[in-house]
């Protein structure tokens, strides 16, 4: 639950729902970021350049927010992790959907990271969003204290939290679902990257049929040569149309549904993340509670103080999670249900124009004397 | 993972001699030797028992013109290579003839013009006659068991030509059965011109998984594949005008009972003898020179040339799409598969049929991906390396055409010396010496004319086969590239259905 507060919160000057990444510039390995966003007020817009850094940044503040209770009960949007220039294979494939193309897609989920903050009821009016999305100079870079947020740096024994049972049924079947539905929707992802990258790899091959077919003209008066040249020449064209359809498939797949699945995916961890915040502090009010109640007469008062603290703590962050867990359910299924529409669409569009030019093909042969 | 789904187009094995890239039957050596008694003697024989000894002397043309149209064997030098079948007896069992045959060869100048002419006439009462005629070739049956096992094919038979006994029939044949044809086939027209489809390819590998019994994905699929090439031989061969007359090719469609051709066995004495063979003759190819005094020849043998570099090409291109398409089905697969998990897991009711529903489409467009890699493979991988061997048959009646040239100059050469020798002789007071040279010379005039008739013959039939092979390239790519396009069509039909079902159900998550 929302503590009331009666500061007024600063909130941000521009809409949250249609921030917009565009280009990308790359100076080096560098890559920067031109983000678009509509003032509230008026017919106005930023335009500001950013790096990953700069976005790192922003979470980074965005993390380390103590002042406000329950913060840890946050889903945080997910950013997509760093591109590295000339990265190994196997980094780039880490990167998933992302890593595709001239990073159309990684723009689209730093557009969709962006709106997500943009959009939080409690994220969005940290001043550095503001300052983010507005200021035309570059964010400060001083470095924010490390927080227990990056989860990659945990000493095995925190990993072990992972699994503690909780106290609420809710949150139990939360924590047992997210782990079943973030295993299934990463292998989800992945396999599907992997049809998405043999298309590609069919339309590389049809390519070269068809570059191998035109080898295969051959000048000369006689029929039958120009009947065997006119042959290969059209079916090159009808290799072309292939090469062409298995592109479209593949894009449409990486954009919509490829795109989907990572965002869910990225989004299913970050709630794993916040799950075990959670976790993390009721292993910690549990031996609070049990020290106070071994405590000596001496110590008693101090430990109980100890424990009321976590306790308190405890129940902003199960209050501000519950929110966030309901939000993050709804949308989860809205976002979905957006992506497989579109991705029919899409794809029923592309094979009704293929299945067209297929046929005037077919035509075209048939009617080849 | 996509290995056991993936069967390797063109297998090719240690033991397996017929390679692509080679001939199949180079031509026999075309450097004889000098001395009559290493003269390749051409027979001309009623069965392939070797030579009569009666008939070769026999003066009359009449008997053997009876038996020339339905059987001519060349019983070469050791030096010949093609796989030639052995009928009844054993194969190439080489004849060193006695130099006294050589005279009836000088009669037998009259039946090879008449043979081949004989063709002629055949060839155009073809040219009225509408093809109709069907074969398939069906129902792989294993018979036996382990290493002697072997699959039985059914080859049917739908014609309505007054050639055949019936116009719908069916026979069993194997394997080795088809090679054996081939054989014969290829031993009788190979060296005058025509151009014989070649036999599907041996494939020790594939067999013995077969033998074994490995009832999996594999050795269907290579059961499959060799079905399917054979039907393919069979209809190509059968549209030959003068195949399709072949008492052999009759006999093969026709007979219940075929004798068992033993010498087309990889490891058989007939087979060593084949390979070690190939050696020799790759030397010998090489050094040929021939004056080329026909544009036609030297233009066309570049063209060969070029076609087969370019069908080589093309081959591999669509080996790499049938590879990356099948890749595509087992990829596509998986992730129905994860798609359904992840519909189970989901609680939301709406949400969750969606995703089954998705994994219920990935998996029929994984069958689609299937069905589309078969067309690839079946239809232009197994056209381009049919083509591909048959362009190596096409380059093999050339080489043969130049070791008639070859023949026919070394004869010239022969009766050049011979003549320098008896004015020699004339000096001589030696008359049986000189009355011996003479005869020979008369001879060798003789061999001279036939080969000069023999190489325009082997041209002119040339010219005929490159022309009919030229249109039916063109009608059979045309052919299989209509058939890909209605595979490509259908699929993108099958697509839409596809989509057009999901549409509702992703809509109807709420």
């Given at each position: 639950?929302?503590?009331?507060?009666?500061?007024?919160?600063?909130?941000?000057?521009?809409?949250?729902?249609?921030?917009?990444?565009?280009?990308?510039?790359?100076?080096?390995?560098?890559?920067t970021f031109l983000i678009i966003s509509q003032k509230l007020s008026g017919t106005g817009e930023y335009h500001v350049h950013r790096t990953h850094s700069d976005f790192e940044w922003l979470q980074q503040h965005l993390f380390s927010q103590e002042d406000v209770p329950g913060i840890q009960g946050v889903i945080f949007p997910p950013l997509p992790a760093k591109v590295q220039m000339n990265a190994s294979a196997k980094v780039m494939k880490q990167l998933g959907f992302l890593g595709l193309g001239e990073w159309q897609l990684y723009c689209k989920a730093l557009e969709t990271f962006l709106q997500q903050v943009a959009s939080h009821t409690i994220l969005s009016t940290n001043r550095t969003v503001e300052i983010f999305l507005t200021s035309t100079d570059p964010p400060g870079r001083q470095r924010v204290k490390k927080n227990i947020f990056n989860r990659l740096s945990q000493a095995v024994e925190e990993m072990r939290k992972e699994g503690h049972k909780d106290v609420d049924e809710f949150f139990q079947t939360e924590r047992d679902h997210n782990l079943a539905l973030s295993g299934y929707t990463r292998t989800a992802a992945e396999r599907f990257l992997d049809v998405v990258l043999t298309e590609q790899k069919i339309a590389v091959a049809c390519g070269h049929f068809s570059a191998a077919l035109h080898l295969c003209v051959e000048h000369g008066e006689d029929p039958d040569k120009q009947a065997f040249s006119k042959t290969c020449v059209k079916l090159s064209e009808v290799f072309d149309c292939m090469k062409k359809n298995m592109t479209n498939v593949a894009e449409k797949d990486a954009n919509s549904l490829g795109l989907g699945l990572d965002l869910r995916s990225r989004c299913l961890d970050a709630e794993k993340e916040m799950l075990f915040r959670r976790t993390c502090k009721l292993v910690e009010l549990e031996n609070?509670?049990?020290?106070?109640?071994?405590?000596?007469?001496?110590?008693?008062?101090?430990?109980?103080?100890?424990?009321?603290?976590?306790?308190?703590?405890?129940?902003?962050?199960?209050?501000?999670?519950?929110?966030?867990?309901?939000?993050?359910?709804?949308?989860?299924?809205?976002?979905?249900?957006?992506?497989?529409?579109?991705?029919?669409?899409?794809?029923?569009?592309?094979?009704?124009e293929t299945a067209e030019q297929f046929d005037q093909h077919l035509q075209a042969f048939r009617g080849m004397a | 993972m996509a290995d056991t789904a993936r069967d390797p187009p063109l297998e090719n094995t240690d033991f397996h001699e017929l390679e692509d890239g080679e001939d199949l039957f180079p031509e026999p050596s075309a450097t004889q030797e000098t001395g009559p008694a290493n003269l390749p003697a051409q027979y001309i024989s009623a069965n392939l028992n070797g030579p009569k000894q009666?008939?070769?002397?026999?003066?009359?043309?009449?008997?053997?013109?009876?038996?020339?149209?339905?059987?001519?064997?060349?019983?070469?030098?050791?030096?010949?290579?093609?796989?030639?079948?052995?009928?009844?007896?054993?194969?190439?069992t080489p004849i060193t003839p006695p130099?006294?045959?050589?005279?009836?060869?000088?009669?037998?100048?009259?039946?090879?013009?008449?043979?081949?002419?004989?063709?002629?006439?055949?060839?155009?009462?073809?040219?009225?006659?509408?093809?109709?005629?069907?074969?398939?070739?069906?129902?792989p049956e294993k018979v036996g068991d382990g290493m002697n096992a072997y699959m039985a094919y059914k080859v049917t038979t739908?014609?309505?030509?007054?050639?055949?006994?019936?116009?719908?029939?069916?026979?069993?044949?194997?394997?080795?059965?088809?090679?054996?044809?081939?054989?014969?086939?290829?031993?009788?027209?190979?060296?005058?011109?025509?151009?014989?489809?070649?036999?599907?390819?041996?494939?020790?590998?594939?067999?013995?998984?077969?033998?074994?019994?490995?009832?999996?994905?594999?050795?269907?699929?290579?059961?499959?594949?060799?079905?399917?090439?054979?039907?393919?031989?069979?209809?190509?061969?059968?549209?030959?005008?003068?195949?399709?007359?072949?008492?052999?090719?009759?006999?093969?469609?026709?007979?219940?009972?075929?004798?068992?051709?033993v010498s087309t066995q990889a490891l058989s004495s007939a087979g060593l003898l084949r390979m070690v063979n190939k050696a020799a003759d790759a030397?010998?190819?090489?050094?040929?020179?021939?004056?080329?005094?026909?544009?036609?020849?030297?233009?066309?043998?570049?063209?060969?040339?070029?076609?087969?570099?370019?069908?080589?090409?093309?081959?591999?291109?669509?080996?790499?799409?049938?590879?990356?398409?099948?890749?595509?089905s087992v990829n596509t697969a998986q992730f129905a598969k994860s798609a359904a998990m992840l519909g189970n897991s989901e609680d939301h009711t709406a949400l969750s049929r969606a995703l089954s529903q998705l994994a219920e489409v990935e998996e029929k467009i994984d069958q689609l991906h299937q069905d589309q890699a078969n067309a690839d493979f079946y239809l232009f991988s197994?056209?381009?390396?049919?083509?591909?061997?048959?362009?190596?048959?096409?380059?093999?009646?050339?080489?043969?055409?130049?070791?008639?040239?070859?023949?026919?100059?070394?004869?010239?050469?022969?009766?050049?010396?011979?003549?320098?020798?008896?004015?020699?002789?004339?000096?001589?007071?030696?008359?049986?010496?000189?009355?011996?040279?003479?005869?020979?010379?008369?001879?060798?005039?003789?061999?001279?004319?036939?080969?000069e008739r023999d190489f325009e013959q082997i041209s002119k039939t040339i010219r005929k086969e490159v022309s009919r092979f030229e249109k039916e390239r063109v009608k059979d790519f045309k052919t299989i590239i209509i058939k890909y396009l209605e595979s490509l069509v259908q699929t993108q039909q099958q697509l839409i259905k596809y989509w057009e079902a999901f549409l509702p159900e992703a809509k109807a998550i709420s």
């Open positions: 639950m929302m503590e009331e507060d009666k500061e007024v919160k600063p909130s941000l000057s521009v809409h949250g729902h249609n921030i917009k990444v565009t280009e990308v510039l790359r100076d080096g390995d560098t890559l609070a509670t049990r020290n106070a109640e071994k405590a000596k007469p001496l110590k008693k008062a101090a430990m109980e103080e100890v424990k009321k603290a976590a306790e308190t703590e405890f129940n902003h962050i199960s209050g501000v999670a519950k929110d966030e867990i309901v939000r993050f359910q709804g949308e989860r299924v809205k976002m979905l249900q957006q992506t497989l529409v579109q991705w029919c669409e899409q794809q029923l569009h592309t094979a009704k | 009666d008939s070769l002397f026999d003066d009359d043309p009449e008997d053997l013109f009876a038996e020339a149209t339905e059987e001519v064997s060349l019983l070469d030098s050791p030096e010949r290579e093609v796989l030639l079948s052995d009928g009844p007896s054993p194969a190439i130099t006294s045959v050589i005279n009836p060869r000088v009669t037998l100048a009259h039946d090879d013009m008449f043979t081949h002419s004989s063709f002629d006439e055949i060839e155009e009462e073809e040219g009225g006659d509408s093809f109709d005629i069907h074969i398939s070739v069906s129902d739908k014609t309505s030509l007054s050639s055949f006994k019936n116009s719908d029939f069916s026979v069993k044949r194997r394997f080795s059965d088809f090679l054996g044809l081939h054989s014969k086939l290829a031993s009788r027209y190979l060296h005058i011109g025509y151009i014989i489809p070649p036999a599907p390819e041996k494939s020790i590998v594939g067999m013995t998984k077969v033998k074994v019994g490995k009832e999996d994905q594999s050795s269907n699929e290579f059961v499959e594949k060799r079905r399917s090439a054979l039907e393919r031989y069979l209809m190509r061969t059968v549209k030959h005008p003068i195949l399709l007359k072949d008492n052999d090719v009759l006999q093969f469609l026709e007979s219940s009972e075929l004798p068992r051709a030397v010998n190819k090489m050094t040929i020179k021939m004056n080329e005094s026909d544009a036609w020849f030297e233009e066309k043998q570049q063209h060969f040339e070029n076609l087969d570099v370019q069908l080589r090409k093309l081959h591999i291109s669509v080996e790499s799409l049938v590879c990356h398409r099948k890749e595509l197994e056209l381009l390396g049919d083509y591909v061997r048959l362009i190596t048959a096409v380059k093999g009646v050339f080489d043969h055409r130049m070791k008639t040239w070859q023949k026919w100059q070394d004869s010239q050469m022969l009766l050049q010396k011979k003549r320098e020798a008896e004015a020699k002789l004339q000096f001589t007071n030696k008359p049986d010496k000189l009355q011996q040279a003479k005869d020979e010379i008369k001879e060798l005039e003789g061999k001279v004319q036939q080969g």
